[in-house]
């Protein structure tokens, strides 16, 4: 994100704008914006029950596919970035994957 003039602080606040894709943009379906979104949506996020997710999507700020990690901050209402790196290999789209806790 450096390279690009950005701040991590950039990265994680600037939904919506240049760094995002919105849901009216055609690589929305397939972007990193719409993984984290989905992964907001799941009732078990924000409940204690899930300790990551793990995500592959498009991201328009790089234009590149991204792997990431997640995690929920049940206590703040808030996420986490664990990791997340531009993955230069062959597409294989996106993908979603909760991970529980194990009891």
Known sequence: MGALGYTFRDFLTRHGKEL??????PLYEVSTARCLKEIEKDPRWLSGEIAYAAFRGFGKALNAWTRGLVAPLPDRGDVALLEAVVDR????GS??????FYR
């Open 20 to 25: 995002w894709f919105r849901p009216d943009e």
């Open 89 to 92: 290999s062959q597409s294989e």
């Open 95 to 100: 993908f979603i994957k909760l991970v529980p």
